[in-house]
């Protein structure tokens, strides 16, 4: 697509519940990056996909977080048993190559709420 | 402490004034990047830097990056109320090798018509 899209646009879950967020790339961009951003605060790394390599986890701050993506196509975002400090912006983008060298397109994010 | 940190936090200026944000950082790096957020959601990609840079310019923007003192500046030239955002440098760290972008914590500009 023309560019990177997420869904959903915003998401309200109780607590206790699992969430899935989905991420499409653009197309032929072999890197995807997943991000959270509480309010007012700066973009928080989870994890990054390249290619057919295995992803960089290191981001993930428990192990109620987990992503999978398919080859370069979609990627989703779990979260289970969602808290409440668990509400922010999930972003994801993607770039043509994994790196700091090209500049990352981003989705509008999805809005996670958990009350 | 972050890798990239933004100074100011808060900067309000007039339309047709110059904008100025600085970015300090604490690794060793390839490249630069600078990004614009507006209302909280997609970050936009302004300009990237390499290493062996010391300036670039593109339309009103001008960056600037001294890897001797681990920082950068953005520039923006007689800006305009559609301006207001919040600007992120964000740079890989060739230290760890981790190469996905560190973003720092931001300058929200806003720019008063």
């Known amino acids: 697509g023309a560019g990177v899209s997420q869904s959903p646009s915003n998401k309200v879950t109780e607590k206790g519940k699992d969430v899935e967020l989905r991420c499409d790339p653009i197309?032929?961009?072999?890197?995807l990056y997943w991000y959270r951003q509480r309010l007012g605060q700066g973009l928080e790394f989870l994890i990054y996909?390249?290619?057919?390599?295995?992803?960089?986890k290191s981001g993930l701050p428990s192990d109620r977080f987990s992503a999978e993506r398919t080859g370069e196509s979609v990627s989703t975002l779990t979260i289970q048993r969602t808290q409440q400090e668990d509400s922010a912006v999930y972003l994801c983008a993607s770039s043509l190559v994994q790196g700091d060298s090209y500049g990352y397109t981003f989705g509008s994010g999805t809005r996670l709420t958990v009350v | 402490s972050q890798q990239g940190e933004e100074d100011p936090q808060a900067l309000s200026i007039q339309e047709g004034e110059n904008a100025t944000m600085n970015c300090s950082y604490k690794t060793s790096i390839n490249n630069l990047q600078w990004y614009r957020q507006n209302s909280g959601r997609g970050l936009v990609h302004l300009i990237l830097i390499r290493s062996n840079e010391r300036e670039k310019h593109s339309g009103r923007l001008r960056v600037t990056l001294d890897t001797s003192k681990k920082s950068s500046s953005l520039l923006i030239t007689a800006s305009r109320a559609a301006d207001t955002a919040s600007y992120f440098c964000?740079?890989?760290?060739?230290?760890?090798?981790?190469?996905?972008?560190?973003f720092g914590s931001g300058t929200r500009l806003q720019v008063q018509p």
């Open positions: 996909f390249q290619g057919n390599s295995a992803p960089d």
């Open positions: 197309s032929g961009h072999t890197a």
């Open positions: 964000a740079t890989g760290n060739m230290d760890t090798g981790r190469r996905a972008l560190t």
